[in-house]
């Protein structure tokens, strides 16, 4: 079972930026292509950017040029850096691992105008 474990989450005035960190324990890290989901009130959860173990990057159209995932084998962790954020990317940011369908706890992300 793999235990994964969001920091980074906060307010930010719009036009701001943040950065998400997704720790995983477990040894699946290096095979698994990770991502980050979002879920505002009252709708169903999105993907926002997945990343391959080879470094493979897809995005909602929604944050394409404004956010980028990356991440970091020898540590286990997984980022979002976020850029120029809006209202409208207000939201719990979930991390995800595909080869063992594990979800975080989520961190809240919340973007003042």
């Known amino acids: 079972q793999v235990q994964l474990v969001e920091s980074g989450g906060g307010l930010v005035q719009s036009g701001g930026s943040l950065r998400l960190s997704c720790v995983a324990s477990g040894s699946i890290f290096f095979f698994t292509t990770m991502g980050w989901y979002r879920q505002a009130p009252g709708k169903q959860r999105e993907l926002v950017a997945t990343?391959?173990?080879?470094?493979?990057?897809n995005y909602a159209d929604s944050v394409k040029g404004r956010f980028t995932i990356s991440r970091d084998n020898a540590k286990d962790t997984v980022y979002l850096q976020m850029n120029n954020l809006k209202p409208e990317d207000t939201a719990v940011y979930y991390c995800?691992?595909?080869?063992?369908?594990?979800w975080g706890q989520g961190t809240q992300v919340t973007v003042s105008s």
């Open positions: 995800w691992a595909s080869l063992s369908g594990s």
């Open positions: 990343i391959t173990n080879g470094g493979t990057t």
